[in-house]
Protein backbone atom coordinates (compact mmCIF):
# COMPACT_ATOMS: atom_id res chain seq x y z
CA UNK A 1 0.00 0.00 0.00
CA UNK A 2 3.10 2.24 0.79
CA UNK A 3 4.46 1.11 -2.46
CA UNK A 4 5.48 4.80 -3.82
CA UNK A 5 5.41 8.15 -3.10
CA UNK A 6 2.51 9.85 -4.98
CA UNK A 7 5.48 12.75 -5.83
CA UNK A 8 7.49 9.51 -7.44
CA UNK A 9 4.22 8.35 -9.31
CA UNK A 10 2.14 6.37 -6.84
CA UNK A 11 -1.20 6.66 -5.37
CA UNK A 12 -1.79 9.79 -3.32
CA UNK A 13 -2.59 8.75 0.41
CA UNK A 14 -5.61 11.11 0.53
CA UNK A 15 -7.76 10.78 -1.89
CA UNK A 16 -10.89 12.72 -1.54
CA UNK A 17 -10.22 16.68 -0.76
CA UNK A 18 -11.50 18.11 2.96
CA UNK A 19 -14.60 19.31 3.34
CA UNK A 20 -14.64 23.26 3.57
CA UNK A 21 -15.03 25.13 7.15
CA UNK A 22 -18.11 26.86 6.31
CA UNK A 23 -20.74 27.27 9.13
CA UNK A 24 -22.99 30.37 7.17
CA UNK A 25 -25.92 28.53 7.60
CA UNK A 26 -29.82 29.54 7.51
CA UNK A 27 -29.70 31.80 10.85
CA UNK A 28 -27.46 34.08 8.90
CA UNK A 29 -29.17 34.42 6.09
CA UNK A 30 -32.29 35.39 7.31
CA UNK A 31 -30.26 37.80 10.07
CA UNK A 32 -29.16 39.77 6.97
CA UNK A 33 -32.66 39.70 5.03
CA UNK A 34 -33.89 41.29 8.15
CA UNK A 35 -31.55 43.52 7.92
CA UNK A 36 -32.27 44.65 4.75
CA UNK A 37 -35.33 44.94 5.04
CA UNK A 38 -35.55 46.93 7.79
CA UNK A 39 -33.33 49.83 5.08
CA UNK A 40 -30.86 50.59 7.85
CA UNK A 41 -27.64 49.28 6.61
CA UNK A 42 -25.73 51.39 8.93
CA UNK A 43 -26.81 53.89 11.52
CA UNK A 44 -23.16 55.44 12.31
CA UNK A 45 -23.01 59.09 12.37
CA UNK A 46 -20.23 61.03 13.21
CA UNK A 47 -22.23 62.93 15.61
CA UNK A 48 -22.43 63.72 19.73
CA UNK A 49 -26.07 62.31 19.15
CA UNK A 50 -27.13 58.42 19.85
CA UNK A 51 -25.83 57.41 16.54
CA UNK A 52 -22.38 58.24 17.18
CA UNK A 53 -22.79 54.41 18.84
CA UNK A 54 -23.91 52.78 15.70
CA UNK A 55 -27.29 51.14 14.58
CA UNK A 56 -29.49 48.27 16.50
CA UNK A 57 -26.95 45.35 15.16
CA UNK A 58 -24.03 47.08 16.08
CA UNK A 59 -25.47 47.73 19.89
CA UNK A 60 -26.94 44.31 20.17
CA UNK A 61 -23.64 42.67 18.47
CA UNK A 62 -21.50 44.82 21.43
CA UNK A 63 -23.82 43.63 23.91
CA UNK A 64 -23.81 39.94 23.25
CA UNK A 65 -19.90 40.13 22.97
CA UNK A 66 -19.73 41.49 26.40
CA UNK A 67 -21.86 39.11 28.47
CA UNK A 68 -20.22 36.18 26.17
CA UNK A 69 -16.58 37.66 27.21
CA UNK A 70 -17.67 39.25 30.67
CA UNK A 71 -16.09 42.68 30.31
CA UNK A 72 -17.12 46.18 30.45
CA UNK A 73 -16.88 47.56 26.91
CA UNK A 74 -17.12 45.60 23.51
CA UNK A 75 -16.36 47.94 20.30
CA UNK A 76 -17.06 46.59 16.72
CA UNK A 77 -14.88 47.55 14.21
CA UNK A 78 -14.61 47.04 10.56
CA UNK A 79 -11.60 44.67 10.76
CA UNK A 80 -9.05 43.22 13.35
CA UNK A 81 -6.74 45.38 11.52
CA UNK A 82 -8.38 48.47 12.65
CA UNK A 83 -9.32 47.33 15.96
CA UNK A 84 -5.37 46.65 16.39
CA UNK A 85 -4.67 50.16 15.11
CA UNK A 86 -7.52 51.86 17.23
CA UNK A 87 -6.01 50.00 20.30
CA UNK A 88 -2.89 51.74 19.95
CA UNK A 89 -4.01 55.11 19.44
CA UNK A 90 -6.43 54.30 22.07
CA UNK A 91 -3.32 53.70 25.01
CA UNK A 92 -2.06 56.31 23.83
CA UNK A 93 1.54 55.37 21.83
CA UNK A 94 3.05 58.89 20.35
CA UNK A 95 5.59 59.34 18.03
CA UNK A 96 8.77 57.50 19.01
CA UNK A 97 7.42 55.31 21.65
CA UNK A 98 8.46 51.67 21.52
CA UNK A 99 6.37 48.58 21.55
CA UNK A 100 7.26 45.24 21.97
CA UNK A 101 5.60 42.99 19.42
CA UNK A 102 6.05 39.63 17.77
CA UNK A 103 7.92 39.10 14.37
CA UNK A 104 5.98 35.71 13.97
CA UNK A 105 2.21 37.35 13.40
CA UNK A 106 0.38 38.50 11.13
CA UNK A 107 1.38 41.95 9.55
CA UNK A 108 -1.37 44.29 11.11
CA UNK A 109 -0.22 43.39 14.86
CA UNK A 110 3.00 45.43 13.82
CA UNK A 111 1.88 48.27 11.46
CA UNK A 112 -0.73 49.01 14.05
CA UNK A 113 2.16 50.82 15.97
CA UNK A 114 3.58 52.21 12.85
CA UNK A 115 0.77 53.80 11.98
CA UNK A 116 1.14 55.98 15.13
CA UNK A 117 4.42 56.88 14.80
CA UNK A 118 5.65 54.44 16.85
CA UNK A 119 8.50 51.96 17.05
CA UNK A 120 7.90 48.26 16.24
CA UNK A 121 10.64 46.66 18.77
CA UNK A 122 11.05 42.94 17.98
CA UNK A 123 10.84 39.77 20.54
CA UNK A 124 11.75 36.09 19.78
CA UNK A 125 9.19 33.65 19.99
CA UNK A 126 9.47 30.23 22.17
CA UNK A 127 10.63 27.46 20.20
CA UNK A 128 7.38 25.65 21.26
CA UNK A 129 4.77 27.83 21.39
CA UNK A 130 5.80 30.83 18.64
CA UNK A 131 4.07 32.98 21.78
CA UNK A 132 6.38 36.09 23.15
CA UNK A 133 7.19 35.58 26.72
CA UNK A 134 7.85 37.67 29.54
CA UNK A 135 11.88 36.33 28.88
CA UNK A 136 12.07 37.51 25.28
CA UNK A 137 10.21 40.89 26.31
CA UNK A 138 12.58 41.51 28.88
CA UNK A 139 15.31 41.44 26.10
CA UNK A 140 13.85 44.46 24.20
CA UNK A 141 12.80 46.62 27.47
CA UNK A 142 14.50 49.40 27.23
CA UNK A 143 13.10 53.33 29.36
CA UNK A 144 11.27 54.14 25.88
CA UNK A 145 8.84 51.33 25.97
CA UNK A 146 5.65 52.15 26.20
CA UNK A 147 3.47 48.86 25.24
CA UNK A 148 3.32 45.37 24.28
CA UNK A 149 1.15 43.68 21.73
CA UNK A 150 0.87 39.96 22.53
CA UNK A 151 -0.74 37.97 19.99
CA UNK A 152 -2.31 34.43 20.73
CA UNK A 153 -0.36 32.67 17.74
CA UNK A 154 -2.01 29.59 15.81
CA UNK A 155 -4.92 29.65 18.60
CA UNK A 156 -2.36 29.00 21.44
CA UNK A 157 -2.76 31.62 24.69
CA UNK A 158 0.60 33.11 25.62
CA UNK A 159 1.35 32.97 29.08
CA UNK A 160 -0.05 36.14 30.48
CA UNK A 161 0.53 35.61 34.20
CA UNK A 162 4.14 36.28 33.63
CA UNK A 163 3.80 39.15 30.87
CA UNK A 164 1.35 41.05 32.90
CA UNK A 165 3.45 40.94 36.14
CA UNK A 166 6.59 42.20 33.85
CA UNK A 167 4.49 45.25 31.95
CA UNK A 168 2.36 45.99 35.38
CA UNK A 169 6.06 46.18 37.35
CA UNK A 170 7.02 49.06 34.75
CA UNK A 171 3.78 50.43 34.09
CA UNK A 172 3.93 49.06 30.28
CA UNK A 173 0.53 48.86 28.27
CA UNK A 174 -0.56 45.34 26.94
CA UNK A 175 -2.62 44.98 23.89
CA UNK A 176 -3.58 41.53 23.50
CA UNK A 177 -4.41 40.43 19.51
CA UNK A 178 -6.83 37.22 19.97
CA UNK A 179 -7.66 37.07 16.30
CA UNK A 180 -6.51 33.91 16.25
CA UNK A 181 -7.97 32.42 19.43
CA UNK A 182 -11.33 33.68 20.11
CA UNK A 183 -12.74 32.32 23.23
CA UNK A 184 -9.48 30.47 24.42
CA UNK A 185 -8.34 30.85 27.86
CA UNK A 186 -4.82 31.02 29.67
CA UNK A 187 -6.04 29.76 33.48
CA UNK A 188 -9.51 29.49 33.22
CA UNK A 189 -9.44 33.33 32.16
CA UNK A 190 -10.75 34.79 28.80
CA UNK A 191 -8.01 36.34 26.66
CA UNK A 192 -8.16 39.63 25.68
CA UNK A 193 -9.31 40.31 29.56
CA UNK A 194 -5.60 40.03 30.40
CA UNK A 195 -4.43 43.35 28.93
CA UNK A 196 -5.56 46.53 28.77
CA UNK A 197 -7.43 45.95 25.36
CA UNK A 198 -8.12 42.87 23.34
CA UNK A 199 -8.38 42.62 20.10
CA UNK A 200 -10.08 39.84 17.99
CA UNK A 201 -10.52 39.80 14.37
CA UNK A 202 -14.10 37.93 12.54
CA UNK A 203 -12.53 37.69 8.94
CA UNK A 204 -13.82 34.94 6.82
CA UNK A 205 -10.42 32.82 8.02
CA UNK A 206 -11.24 33.02 11.78
CA UNK A 207 -13.16 30.31 13.74
CA UNK A 208 -15.96 32.64 13.34
CA UNK A 209 -16.18 35.53 10.89
CA UNK A 210 -18.36 37.81 9.09
CA UNK A 211 -16.94 38.08 6.23
CA UNK A 212 -14.58 41.32 7.34
CA UNK A 213 -14.71 42.31 10.69
CA UNK A 214 -13.32 42.92 14.27
CA UNK A 215 -14.04 43.57 17.93
CA UNK A 216 -12.21 45.73 20.80
CA UNK A 217 -12.93 44.58 24.60
CA UNK A 218 -11.49 46.43 27.26
CA UNK A 219 -12.90 47.60 30.97
CA UNK A 220 -11.49 50.96 30.99
CA UNK A 221 -13.94 53.86 30.22
CA UNK A 222 -11.42 55.93 28.84
CA UNK A 223 -9.92 53.51 26.63
CA UNK A 224 -13.80 52.48 25.24
CA UNK A 225 -15.03 55.99 24.46
CA UNK A 226 -11.46 56.81 22.58
CA UNK A 227 -11.61 53.31 20.97
CA UNK A 228 -15.17 54.63 19.74
CA UNK A 229 -14.02 58.12 18.84
CA UNK A 230 -10.93 56.54 16.50
CA UNK A 231 -13.62 54.08 15.04
CA UNK A 232 -15.85 57.02 13.62
CA UNK A 233 -13.88 60.29 12.76
CA UNK A 234 -12.89 61.65 16.27
CA UNK A 235 -11.68 65.04 15.50
CA UNK A 236 -15.29 66.30 14.87
CA UNK A 237 -16.70 65.14 17.85
CA UNK A 238 -14.47 65.73 20.97
CA UNK A 239 -15.59 69.09 21.34
CA UNK A 240 -18.99 68.30 21.68
CA UNK A 241 -17.94 65.36 23.73
CA UNK A 242 -15.70 67.45 26.01
CA UNK A 243 -12.95 65.44 25.48
CA UNK A 244 -9.89 66.74 26.74
CA UNK A 245 -6.94 64.46 25.83
CA UNK A 246 -7.16 64.49 21.99
CA UNK A 247 -4.18 62.98 21.43
CA UNK A 248 -4.54 60.14 18.14
CA UNK A 249 -8.05 61.82 18.39
CA UNK A 250 -7.63 61.58 14.81
CA UNK A 251 -10.67 59.16 13.50
CA UNK A 252 -11.56 56.89 11.03
CA UNK A 253 -14.16 55.18 9.54
CA UNK A 254 -13.74 51.95 11.44
CA UNK A 255 -17.55 51.13 11.65
CA UNK A 256 -18.85 48.06 10.86
CA UNK A 257 -22.40 47.98 9.15
CA UNK A 258 -25.24 46.46 10.16
CA UNK A 259 -25.28 43.50 7.99
CA UNK A 260 -21.94 42.57 9.21
CA UNK A 261 -23.22 42.81 12.78
CA UNK A 262 -26.09 40.70 12.11
CA UNK A 263 -24.00 37.58 10.66
CA UNK A 264 -21.59 38.34 13.70
CA UNK A 265 -24.62 37.77 15.89
CA UNK A 266 -25.29 34.66 15.07
CA UNK A 267 -21.98 33.49 14.23
CA UNK A 268 -21.23 34.02 18.14
CA UNK A 269 -23.99 32.24 18.79
CA UNK A 270 -22.04 29.00 17.66
CA UNK A 271 -18.78 30.07 19.02
CA UNK A 272 -18.42 28.01 21.40
CA UNK A 273 -19.42 24.72 19.50
CA UNK A 274 -16.94 25.58 16.71
CA UNK A 275 -14.26 26.43 19.08
CA UNK A 276 -14.99 22.74 21.27
CA UNK A 277 -15.28 21.40 17.48
CA UNK A 278 -11.75 22.33 16.11
CA UNK A 279 -9.87 21.12 19.28
CA UNK A 280 -11.43 18.05 19.32
CA UNK A 281 -10.32 17.55 15.74
CA UNK A 282 -7.00 18.14 16.45
CA UNK A 283 -6.73 16.47 19.24
CA UNK A 284 -7.61 13.24 17.71
CA UNK A 285 -5.16 14.44 15.39
CA UNK A 286 -2.22 14.87 17.55
CA UNK A 287 -2.64 11.18 18.83
CA UNK A 288 -2.40 9.88 15.70
CA UNK A 289 0.44 11.64 14.75
CA UNK A 290 2.53 11.35 18.31
CA UNK A 291 4.20 8.44 18.16
CA UNK A 292 5.78 9.43 14.35
CA UNK A 293 9.47 10.06 14.65
CA UNK A 294 10.71 12.93 12.52
CA UNK A 295 7.93 15.40 13.48
CA UNK A 296 6.82 17.16 16.82
CA UNK A 297 3.24 17.96 17.57
CA UNK A 298 2.13 20.97 19.14
CA UNK A 299 3.37 21.85 22.57
CA UNK A 300 0.63 22.93 24.63
CA UNK A 301 1.21 25.07 27.63
CA UNK A 302 0.29 24.56 31.19
CA UNK A 303 -2.91 26.50 31.48
CA UNK A 304 -2.85 27.36 27.95
CA UNK A 305 -5.93 26.93 25.21
CA UNK A 306 -4.57 26.12 22.14
CA UNK A 307 -7.54 26.53 19.36
CA UNK A 308 -5.59 25.65 16.59
CA UNK A 309 -6.81 28.02 13.93
CA UNK A 310 -3.42 26.55 12.72
CA UNK A 311 -1.71 22.84 13.26
CA UNK A 312 1.85 23.54 13.78
CA UNK A 313 4.12 20.80 13.35
CA UNK A 314 7.71 20.55 14.24
CA UNK A 315 10.72 19.07 12.21
CA UNK A 316 12.67 16.79 14.22
CA UNK A 317 16.42 17.16 12.03
CA UNK A 318 17.98 14.57 14.32
CA UNK A 319 15.09 12.09 13.78
CA UNK A 320 14.51 12.99 9.82
CA UNK A 321 16.99 12.75 6.68
CA UNK A 322 15.02 15.06 4.30
CA UNK A 323 14.65 18.70 3.92
CA UNK A 324 11.76 20.94 5.19
CA UNK A 325 11.05 21.60 1.37
CA UNK A 326 11.09 18.05 0.18
CA UNK A 327 8.45 17.27 2.80
CA UNK A 328 6.30 19.63 2.10
CA UNK A 329 6.37 19.22 -1.46
CA UNK A 330 5.82 15.64 -1.18
CA UNK A 331 2.86 15.97 1.21
CA UNK A 332 1.20 18.46 -0.76
CA UNK A 333 1.72 15.44 -3.70
CA UNK A 334 0.06 12.93 -1.05
CA UNK A 335 -2.81 15.39 -1.10
CA UNK A 336 -2.20 17.44 2.48
CA UNK A 337 -1.71 20.92 1.47
CA UNK A 338 0.96 21.87 3.82
CA UNK A 339 3.11 25.06 4.02
CA UNK A 340 6.98 25.66 4.27
CA UNK A 341 6.79 27.55 7.90
CA UNK A 342 4.19 30.57 8.59
CA UNK A 343 5.27 34.16 8.29
CA UNK A 344 8.47 35.98 7.28
CA UNK A 345 9.78 37.45 10.72
CA UNK A 346 7.91 40.77 10.23
CA UNK A 347 11.20 42.67 10.72
CA UNK A 348 12.55 41.00 7.30
CA UNK A 349 10.20 43.06 5.70
CA UNK A 350 11.41 45.70 3.20
CA UNK A 351 9.07 48.23 5.37
CA UNK A 352 11.61 47.67 8.15
CA UNK A 353 14.37 46.39 6.25
CA UNK A 354 14.63 50.07 4.25
CA UNK A 355 12.90 51.48 7.16
CA UNK A 356 10.86 53.19 4.67
CA UNK A 357 6.97 53.92 5.81
CA UNK A 358 5.45 57.23 5.65
CA UNK A 359 8.87 58.57 3.56
CA UNK A 360 11.18 60.83 4.80
CA UNK A 361 12.07 58.46 7.28
CA UNK A 362 9.44 58.47 9.73
CA UNK A 363 8.75 56.70 11.87
CA UNK A 364 11.90 55.18 12.13
CA UNK A 365 13.74 58.24 12.46
CA UNK A 366 12.27 58.98 15.82
CA UNK A 367 13.56 55.70 17.44
CA UNK A 368 16.19 57.15 20.05
CA UNK A 369 18.25 53.58 20.48
CA UNK A 370 19.19 51.68 17.85
CA UNK A 371 16.74 49.54 15.57
CA UNK A 372 17.52 46.03 15.29
CA UNK A 373 16.15 44.86 12.40
CA UNK A 374 19.00 42.90 10.81
CA UNK A 375 18.78 38.94 10.22
CA UNK A 376 19.26 37.37 13.75
CA UNK A 377 17.30 39.56 15.73
CA UNK A 378 14.57 36.86 16.45
CA UNK A 379 17.24 33.75 15.88
CA UNK A 380 14.11 31.70 16.93
CA UNK A 381 11.41 33.09 14.60
CA UNK A 382 13.85 32.89 11.86
CA UNK A 383 14.74 29.50 12.26
CA UNK A 384 10.77 28.88 12.12
CA UNK A 385 10.68 30.07 9.03
CA UNK A 386 13.73 29.00 7.10
CA UNK A 387 14.13 25.28 8.41
CA UNK A 388 11.83 24.08 11.59
CA UNK A 389 8.19 24.54 11.22
CA UNK A 390 5.67 22.64 9.27
CA UNK A 391 2.03 24.02 9.35
CA UNK A 392 -1.43 23.17 8.31
CA UNK A 393 -4.04 25.49 8.00
CA UNK A 394 -6.47 23.93 10.04
CA UNK A 395 -8.97 27.04 10.24
CA UNK A 396 -9.43 26.10 6.02
CA UNK A 397 -11.09 22.81 6.77
CA UNK A 398 -14.12 20.80 8.53
CA UNK A 399 -12.01 17.97 8.92
CA UNK A 400 -13.53 14.63 10.18
CA UNK A 401 -12.02 11.54 11.73
CA UNK A 402 -11.19 9.81 8.27
CA UNK A 403 -9.62 12.94 7.41
CA UNK A 404 -7.31 12.74 10.76
CA UNK A 405 -6.64 8.85 9.70
CA UNK A 406 -5.73 10.27 6.18
CA UNK A 407 -3.51 13.01 7.71
CA UNK A 408 -1.69 10.66 9.72
CA UNK A 409 -1.24 7.94 6.44
CA UNK A 410 0.20 10.94 4.35
CA UNK A 411 2.96 12.29 6.79
CA UNK A 412 3.73 8.67 8.11
CA UNK A 413 3.98 7.48 4.89
CA UNK A 414 6.59 10.43 3.64
CA UNK A 415 8.54 10.05 6.64
CA UNK A 416 9.23 6.35 6.14
CA UNK A 417 9.88 7.37 2.51
CA UNK A 418 12.29 9.98 3.59
CA UNK A 419 15.73 8.55 3.22
CA UNK A 420 14.70 8.43 -0.85
CA UNK A 421 13.54 12.48 -0.39
CA UNK A 422 16.61 13.35 1.14
C1 LIG B 1 -6.40 37.75 11.08
C2 LIG B 1 -5.46 38.38 11.99
C3 LIG B 1 -5.41 39.78 12.17
C4 LIG B 1 -6.13 40.77 11.35
O1 LIG B 1 -7.45 40.60 11.19
P1 LIG B 1 -8.23 41.21 9.93
O2 LIG B 1 -9.64 41.12 10.37
O3 LIG B 1 -7.92 40.35 8.75
O4 LIG B 1 -7.79 42.60 9.73
C5 LIG B 1 -4.56 40.28 13.13
N1 LIG B 1 -3.77 39.48 13.85
C6 LIG B 1 -3.76 38.15 13.69
C7 LIG B 1 -2.86 37.34 14.53
C8 LIG B 1 -4.59 37.55 12.74
O5 LIG B 1 -4.56 36.23 12.57
Known amino acids: MMSKLAIHGGFPEIKKSFKRYNYIGDEEKKAVINVLDSGCLSGFLASGGPEFFGGPKIQE ?121 PSGKFNNKFVGKFGDIGVFSLNCHKHIHCGEGGVCITDNDVFADRLRLIRNHAEVVVAEKGIDDIRNMIGFNYRMTEIEAAIANEQLKKLAYLVEKRIEICTHLREELKEIEGIIIPFIEEGSDHLYYIFPILLDYSKLLCSREAFVKALCAEGLKAHNGYVTPLYLLPLYQRKMAFGRGYPFCLAENKLYYATGTCPVAERMHKSDLVILQAHQFDWDMEDVKGIRNAIEKVVSFQKELA
Open 61 to 181: FEQNWKDYFGCKHAVAVNSGTSGLYAAVGAIGVEPGDEVIVSPFTMTATATSILVYNGIPVFADIDERTFNITANTIKEKFTPRTKAIIVPHIFGQAAKMDTIIEFARRRNLMVIEDCAQA
